[in-house]
């Protein structure tokens, strides 16, 4: 089973990163294989590092050969994504929107349709803007086609959108605890799900 988490900051060792590796390593102590991809980085090796839309439907042309490629390929074999954003103004991180304004051809190919995904979001005060850029990122996976889960487990509660925290995330005993959760649930519905995407 292949976990992905897409680091939508660009910031390589700070808060949303921090969350994302809470989240996978506990889908890892589950027996996962894991990894996270630097959306920043990947972005740079195409053509554009924004959509313009220059071919409809999109043959992927201005990403032709790149990290972008591949990682658009690495994606539609990974069981789960977990998305990871920055609050900014109160939505996700230019680079994330950019990376999966990029995804259209992903999309035509159905490529995420069924993958299992969740999210986590950093806000620089207790209600920064976490829940509406989760809701912003609900809304990519439900494009996708993607199944969604937040950070509900039945030892717990049904749950709410996914992890919020308040930075610095390492002091957020509150987001920990769900990050850990959406790590068990991640594994609990790819493993429900599996025969699905196969």
Same mark, same amino acid.
Not at 141 to 145: A, D, E, I, N, P
Not at 148 to 164: A, F, K, M, Q, T
């Given at each position: 089973m292949l976990i992905v988490g897409l680091n939508g900051s660009p910031h390589k060792e700070g808060n949303t990163k921090f969350l994302l590796n809470a989240v996978l390593n506990k889908a890892q102590s589950q027996g996962a294989e894991t990894m996270i991809i630097e959306v920043f980085d990947v972005l740079k090796t195409a053509k554009n590092n924004f959509c313009l839309v220059c071919s409809n439907p999109c043959s992927g042309k201005c990403y032709q050969g790149t990290e972008l490629e591949k990682t658009f390929e690495l994606l539609k074999k990974a069981d789960g994504v977990v998305f990871g954003s920055p609050v900014y103004f109160g939505t996700v991180s230019a680079q994330l929107k950019a990376f999966f304004d990029m995804s259209r051809k992903l999309r035509g190919e159905k490529g995420l349709y069924n993958t299992v995904a969740a999210g986590v979001t950093v806000g620089n005060s207790k209600f920064g803007g976490q829940e509406t850029t989760l809701r912003a990122l609900h809304d990519i996976?439900?494009?996708?086609?993607m199944i969604?889960? /937040? *950070?509900? +487990?039945?030892?717990? *509660?049904? /749950?709410? +959108? /996914?992890?919020?925290s308040q930075k610095p995330s390492d002091q957020d005993s509150s987001a920990l605890q769900r990050a850990e959760i959406v790590g068990k649930r991640l594994i609990e519905v790819c493993t429900a799900t599996k025969n699905i995407r196969d």
């Open positions: 996976m439900l494009v996708h086609g969604i889960v /937040g *950070d509900g +487990y039945h030892e717990n *509660d049904c /749950g709410h +959108y /996914g992890v919020c």
